[in-house]
């Protein structure tokens, strides 16, 4: 079993930076590849971006390339989402998922990740 608690969400302006943090508990976490999913009420969870078990193989969608960053810090446990340049689209429920997958590349559907965290809640307004 893995668990995944997600933290830092809030409330933040446009143009402004958040930053998330997942921590990574239970069975070997260095075993598994950790992802960031966001979701809006009414529509499917999707993919935002990954991290390979080592921290070497960094993935993102299109949309958040160049804004965001995903880091992960094994001695630590932790996996950090610095999101910069944020924009109204950006809100969203942010989960912190994990997969045993060799991520050659990241995988990017939901199903794919067994462990899911409880969810952090991102707005961006003014």
């Known amino acids: 079993q893995v668990q995944l608690l997600e933290s830092g969400g809030g409330l933040v302006q446009p143009g402004g930076s958040l930053r998330l943090s997942c921590e990574v508990s239970?069975?070997?976490?260095?075993?598994?590849?950790v992802a960031w999913f966001r979701q809006v009420p009414g529509k499917e969870r999707d993919f935002v971006a990954a991290?390979?078990?080592?921290?070497?193989?960094?993935y993102y969608t299109d949309s958040v390339q160049g804004r965001f960053i995903i880091s992960r810090d094994n001695a630590k446990n932790t996996v950090e989402l610095q999101m910069n340049s944020v924009k109204p689209e950006d809100t969203a429920v942010y989960y912190c998922?994990?997969?045993?997958?060799?991520?050659?590349?990241?995988?990017?559907?939901?199903?794919?990740?067994?462990?899911w965290g409880q969810g952090t809640q991102v707005t961006v307004s003014s």
């Open positions: 998922a994990a997969s045993g997958l060799f991520f050659s590349p990241a995988p990017r559907r939901a199903l794919q990740y067994e462990y």
């Open positions: 991290v390979s078990r080592s921290g070497g193989r960094l």
């Open positions: 239970g069975r070997t976490p260095s075993d598994y590849g």
